[in-house]
């Protein structure tokens, strides 16, 4: 199976960037589409971006759209999540996933160890 270690949270002021990275290994990464989840504090783990196989297709949650974007570079063996213009409800411990699947809703068959990321007012 793929094993993805997170990196890159922290604390950052409202309005401000940060930039999370999943690095992959175990499995050949070009097999698995790839995404990021996010988990609040009292609230259900809630999907927030997944890429393809290639990196060709990109999907946002409503709530990150045109200020997130998420990408990948297969020779790294690693994805991005670039995140813009951060809100407070943006805090969360967020989650890199990989799915071994071509096509249907993107769900984590796999799953990183989560960073937190913490967004002041």
């Known amino acids: 199976q793929v094993q993805l270690v997170e990196s890159g949270g922290g604390l950052v002021q409202a309005g401000g960037s940060l930039r999370l990275s999943c690095a992959a290994s175990g499995r050949t990464f070009t097999n698995y589409r790839m995404g990021w989840f996010r988990q609040a504090p009292g609230k259900e783990r809630e999907f927030v971006a997944h890429i393809s196989r290639s990196g060709a297709n990109t999907y946002y949650a409503d709530s990150v759209k045109g200020r997130f974007t998420i990408s990948r570079v297969n020779a790294k063996n690693t994805m991005y999540l670039q995140m813009n213009s951060l809100k407070p409800e943006d805090t969360a411990v967020y989650y890199c996933?990989?799915?071994?699947?071509?096509?249907?809703?993107?769900?984590?068959?796999?799953w990183g160890q989560g960073t937190q990321v913490t967004v002041s007012s």
């Open positions: 996933a990989a799915n071994p699947r071509l096509y249907g809703p993107f769900k984590g068959d796999y």
